[in-house]
């Protein structure tokens, strides 16, 4: 299907057929949530003991299943894991069985890094460069795309919601690790790449 509509795209806009991206990318509407899937597979609710291990064997599918779809597959072509996006993430956070340390574990093997996670509007510059830096390291020693989309929601603390409208949703406050990496992080410099030959 994928291929058929890559082919029928190109020829209505009379450009060369690209890529098929596969990507998973869930929106606040109902049926729409990678959470829900993971849920689907056998989790209580998103966030509890193999999430992670869920995830991994849903990326794999997409993956497996697009390769065979469509002769040009590019892009991410996996599961996003975007909380205030993803109703059913949201859901998980409400209940505290999604935390952002779970959020990072499972970024290790979806598409994207930490996405669309409200903190409160008191956490530091230093705890949010942390996080970013936590994640910048999943992403160098696994060879693969992470990012960072973190909103301090000011004025507004943990179990606080803050209301993005459309298809952004909604952000339950989420609670952050706030003891301080700043000495860490006011070092400088750059985290070297890892030595991969001796990987065990």
Known sequence: MGQLVGVEASRRLGVPFG???????????????????????????????????????????????????????????GAFIPVSEDAGMID?????????????????????????????GDTTAEVISGLIADEAAIGMVNGKTTAVRVIPAIGKTIGDELEFGGLLGSGPVMKINDKSPAQFINRGGKIPAPLHSLKN
């Not at 505290?96 to 996405?115: H, N, Q, R, W, Y």
Request: hydrophobic residues 50%; charged residues 15%; proline residues 3%.
């Open 19 to 77: 890529i098929v991206d596969l990507s998973l990318a869930p929106t606040p509407a109902v049926g729409d949530s990678v959470a829900h899937i993971l849920e689907a597979i056998g989790l209580e609710q998103c966030g509890a003991c193999g999430t992670t291990a869920c995830l991994a064997m849903l990326n794999d599918a997409v993956k497996k299943g697009g390769v065979m779809a469509s002769s040009s597959v590019g892009g991410l072509s």
């Open 92 to 120: 998980a956070v409400r209940s505290e069985s999604l935390t952002i340390e779970k959020l990072e574990a499972m970024t290790a093997v979806c598409s994207v890094g930490l996405d669309m996670i409200v903190v409160p």
